[in-house]
Nanobody, 116 residues
Framework: QVQLVESGGGLVQPGGSLRLSCAAS????????MYWYRQGPGKQRELVAL???????RYAASVKDRFTISRDNAKNTVYLEMNSLEPEDTAVYYC??????????WGQGTQVTVSS
């Protein structure tokens, strides 16, 4: 059974930082590309960042230079380091695992709220 479990969300003041984690089980983690998506209130789900199986990264323009995605294959975990958070970053953040011809899987999401 495949599971992706996000953690690390919470309430933070503008300008603050959070580190999200997504722990995977039931898949060969190292061969999957890993994604972070988010869905803000009244908005569509959007791609935030991705890291490929060979650790190439890509970011949405709105988070570039503020967020950093990384992975630890030994721990089957992908991270999203978020700095200089803004109220516009408020959303539920979802982890996604994508494997070519293997399918894709979603976590349950973790809430991030940026507010003073």
């Amino acid at each position: 059974q495949v599971q992706l479990v996000e953690s690390g969300g919470g309430l933070v003041q503008p300008g603050g930082s959070l580190r999200l984690s997504c722990a995977a089980s039931g898949i060969i983690f190292s061969i999957y590309d890993m994604y972070w998506y988010r869905q803000g209130p009244g908005k569509q789900r959007e791609l935030v960042a991705l890291i490929t199986s060979v650790s190439r990264t890509r970011y949405a323009a709105s988070v570039k230079d503020r967020f950093t995605i990384s992975r630890d294959n030994a721990k089957n975990t992908v991270y999203l380091e978020m700095n200089s958070l803004e109220p516009e970053d408020t959303a539920v953040y979802y982890c996604n695992a994508f494997g070519s011809r293997l399918g894709h899987y979603w976590g349950q999401g973790t809430q991030v709220t940026v507010s003073s």
